[in-house]
């Protein structure tokens, strides 16, 4: 098990390795990217003010949004790039992806759905079917997909503080998009002016009651394209101490209706100390250089 000390050693040694490669060598004109370096090709590794590149699936773990509880089971994806940290917050700045797509969709599925009828965790395999079957259908059925309220650029990301496991390493402004026919469109919990803001950390969090303190970690290291990319993996960001504001536009002209019942069940609005966030992700870090080198030397 390798020690904070260790592993923030190996993230300055990647990153010192990927920068000697981006003065020592010349490329052609650009094409592509290969090998591990392929997935940073939405990174907007051009921008002179990104200095590092970021691929991070996040693949499982859950939601809790007041009353209910959404396990994550379809992989979102935060891709991007980010500069300098500044050297009293250890917070850089972020930069979307370059296809506008900083923040993937992945509808996860409402355990209950519409109605919110989930049976007891120990009852048979045959009743969670049937279940299901009646209140997880076309008709039914709930999608709940987590997207970024604001722009990328009020995204901010500490390298340090995840490598370190303390603190803030990620700050998100996000909502929650409910997808369902009888609830429209545009049912979202947060908006850009209210958004859902996630403080995600890979240590502990400090949340209020009735929440209790809960442990993210920053995973295992390994290290490809010669050191110049680094990957953790098994990473746990986490936050419990975060607010979500009442649904909003729920049922279209039927609003005056659904939005209050939509939020009744939920139990929104949801304050601090009654929500959490527990996202199980991959990080994949590069340095920029080394990504542009890549791309000029793949004509």
């Known amino acids: 098990m390798r020690t904070k000390h260790q592993r923030m050693k190996a993230v300055c ?20 990217l290969t090998g591990a370096y392929a997935q940073f090709s939405k990174c907007p590794y051009t921008n002179v003010e990104v200095k590092k590149c970021l691929y991070s699936p996040t693949e499982g773990g859950e939601v809790v949004l007041g009353l209910k509880k959404v396990p994550i089971t379809s992989t979102a994806v935060l891709q991007g790039g980010f ?15 370059t296809d506008g797509i900083t923040l993937s969709k992945a509808p996860q599925s409402v355990p209950g759905g519409l109605l919110g009828i989930v049976p007891p965790e120990k009852s048979p395999p045959l009743v969670k079917l049937l279940s299901a079957f009646f209140f997880e259908n076309a ?4 999608n709940s997909t ?9 995204i901010k990301i500490s390298e340090a503080h995840l490598a370190e496991e303390i603190g803030v390493a990620l700050e998100m402004p996000v909502k929650v998009h409910l997808e369902n026919p009888f609830l429209g469109k545009s049912c979202y919990v947060g908006s850009s002016t209210s958004p859902i803001v996630f403080k995600l950390t890979t240590g502990f969090t400090e949340p209020p009651g009735p929440n209790k303190q809960i442990r993210g970690k920053a995973g295992e290291l390994e290290l490809f394209e010669e050191g110049a990319v680094l990957q953790l993996k098994g990473t746990e960001l986490v936050d419990n101490a975060w607010s979500a504001p009442t ?47 890549n791309n000029e030397e793949n004509p």
Request: with cysteine; glycine share 10%; charged share 10%.
């Open 83 to 97: 500069g300098k940290p500044n050297k009293e917050t250890k917070f850089s700045t972020f930069y979307g992806s």
């Open 247 to 293: 649904a909003s536009g729920c049922g279209g002209i039927l609003g005056f209706l659904v939005n209050p019942i939509i939020n009744s069940q939920l139990g929104l609005p949801a304050a601090a100390g009654k929500n959490t966030a527990i996202l199980k992700n991959t990080v994949n870090v590069a340095s920029a250089a080394a990504v542009k080198l």
């Open 13 to 32: 040694a990647a990153t010192c390795l990927a920068a000697l490669a981006a003065l020592a060598f010349a490329g052609s004109a650009s094409a592509k």
């Open 139 to 142: 008709l039914t059925g709930v």
């Open 146 to 154: 987590l997207e970024l309220a604001k722009t990328a650029s009020d």
